[in-house]
């Protein structure tokens, strides 16, 4: 499987109009997704980059980091995460050790662009989103998105096509974790939950997205967390794959206000978060005034990064006693480690933590446990 043939199957088997993307309230649909997709796809390998070349993600939260990450997928191109509170060294160290050779950046940040350009001369295009005009030197990101007709790329892709994952969680400098698409979509769970009976795996592209589309598209995910993380992007990722919908904010800042507001304009089925970071001001906003928003539409509320404590769980579900409250366990480098899942009817207790099916633990002497 790859990433890019499971994008335009679903593109095709999907209505041209059923929602993709919502930013801020402003709709995305299947079809302008991949119209925008594979118009910057061709701009990409018009500005010189050729299969496997790396593109450099600069950006918050926003429908546009979708869109170019289906644009790489459509062109054979990798993703590279860069993280926005990096400084001028770190921002070089990631260019240069990724070898990019495209980076969109958020108008935002536009002078650690314009300092560091002249430093990274391998960079072939120079890529801005939003802002007042571009400087000279970069080209602007929503021209590009809507410059040609949007038809697919005659273009043979394969499943050991990339997509890197810069972690921050290391020693020294961050390290580059690397995931082919095939693999990727494995541990990702393969499009089973789509399957008819939710457990065969789909033999191809079209497939899956046949099987997307018989159930009429998929959930409302809402990233809380930064898409330039794994879990914000990972999450984003699998709401899309399933023929959902990724819904974005670019606050500078997390905002809880914010956030409740999100998931009862847009109703979002799914938020995921980084534990009590994010749920103990969730929780906060809605005991200072409850019943403030409506929050029927959410069904899941997922945790990656550090687990959360048992009591904001049982106050979230004392504000809304439908909601499945998941810990997922995994690394940069590894997904579907363990897991434990916490509902009302499970008496607000926090589940025993379970691990994943393809998942051992040993001692230091070599003892499986």
């Known amino acids: 499987m790859n990433y890019g043939d499971l994008f335009a199957a679903l593109a095709r088997a999907l209505p041209d109009d059923a929602p993709a993307l919502v930013h801020n309230g402003t709709v995305t649909s299947w079809g302008d997704m991949s119209r925008r997709g594979n118009n910057l796809a061709r701009a990409f390998l018009s500005a010189g980059?050729?299969?496997?070349?790396?593109?450099?993600?600069?950006l918050r939260n926003h429908s546009a980091y979708m869109e170019t990450l289906a644009a790489c997928f459509a062109a054979r191109l990798t993703h590279v995460n860069i993280n926005y509170r990096y400084v001028e060294d770190e921002l070089l160290y990631i260019l240069d050790n990724s070898d990019a050779v495209i980076v969109v950046y958020d108008a935002e940040f536009r002078d650690q662009v314009e300092s560091l350009r002249t430093k990274a001369p391998d960079v072939k295009l120079w890529l801005q989103l939003g802002g007042a005009e571009?400087?000279?030197?970069?080209?602007?990101?929503?021209?590009?998105?809507n410059d040609g007709d949007g038809s697919e790329l005659d273009i043979e892709r394969a499943g050991d096509d990339m997509i890197f994952l810069y972690t921050g969680g290391t020693t020294g400098m961050p390290k580059g974790v690397m995931w082919e698409h095939q693999n990727h979509w494995l541990a990702n769970g393969q499009g089973v939950s789509s399957a008819p009976d939710r457990k065969t795996p789909p033999a191809s592209a079209e497939e899956h997205a046949a099987n997307v589309a018989a159930k009429g598209g998929g959930r409302r995910s809402y990233p809380a967390c930064p898409q330039m993380h794994g879990t914000g992007l990972f999450i984003s990722l699998t709401a899309l794959t399933n023929g959902g919908v990724v819904v974005t904010t670019d606050t500078a800042r997390f905002d809880p206000v914010d956030a409740w507001t999100i998931v009862e304009r847009d109703k979002v089925n799914v938020m995921a978060v980084v534990g009590d970071a994010f749920c103990k001001p969730l929780l906060k906003v809605l005991d200072e005034e409850p019943g403030r928003f409506d929050l029927s539409s959410l069904r899941h509320i997922i945790s990656s990064g550090v687990m959360w404590s048992p009591e904001v769980k049982t106050g979230l579900l004392r504000h809304h006693d439908g909601l499945v409250l998941m810990d997922t366990f995994g690394a940069s480098e590894a997904m579907g480690v363990g897991s434990s899942t916490t509902t009302k009817d499970a008496g607000a207790k926090v589940a025993k933590f379970r691990l994943g099916p393809n998942v051992k633990v040993f001692t230091e002497d070599h003892q499986e446990v």
């Open 49 to 58: 980059a050729v299969t496997g070349d790396k593109v450099a993600f600069y």
């Open 134 to 145: 571009p400087p000279e030197f970069t080209k602007d990101f929503d021209t590009l998105a």
